[in-house]
């Protein structure tokens, strides 16, 4: 059944209404049937044409545009964890070198 046939108003359950309505916060989006940008649209119709659009939206999140975001997160915890810890050693070698040499 594609997003088309989908009855005016499904009843679906409570975890796949909040879902919807938490990827269309976050990510920009269009009416697969006007176009119009549903960035923010907490409802499950579209403003413009009327629409049900939570059908289509169980359908065609299937992309993962989300895990790009996810992973440049991760990335860049990544990043900052391992240059902390390349200054952290940079700072223990320069102190094990002073202590040798009787500088401190």
């Given at each position: 059944?594609?997003?088309?046939?989908?009855?005016?108003?499904?009843?679906?359950?409570?975890?796949f209404?909040?879902?919807?309505?938490?990827?269309?916060?976050?990510?920009?989006?269009?009416?697969?049937?006007?176009?119009?940008?549903?960035?923010?649209?907490?409802?499950?119709?579209?403003?413009?044409?009327?629409?049900?659009?939570?059908?289509?939206?169980?359908?065609?999140?299937?992309?993962?545009?989300?895990?790009r975001?996810?992973?440049?997160?991760?990335?860049?915890r990544?990043?900052?964890?391992?240059?902390?810890?390349?200054?952290?050693?940079?700072?223990?070698?320069?102190l094990?070198?002073?202590l040798?040499?009787?500088?401190?």
């Amino acid at each position: 059944m594609s997003y088309r046939d989908a009855p005016p108003n499904p009843v679906l359950d409570p975890v796949f209404r909040s879902k919807a309505n938490r990827i269309l916060m976050e990510r920009k989006a269009n009416c697969p049937y006007c176009r119009y940008n549903l960035s923010g649209v907490p409802g499950p119709r579209c403003p413009e044409c009327g629409k049900n659009i939570e059908a289509y939206l169980k359908e065609a999140d299937t992309d993962g545009w989300h895990l790009r975001r996810e992973r440049q997160r991760l990335f860049l915890r990544w990043l900052i964890i391992r240059l902390v810890m390349l200054v952290l050693a940079f700072w223990a070698v320069v102190l094990l070198v002073m202590l040798r040499r009787g500088m401190i």
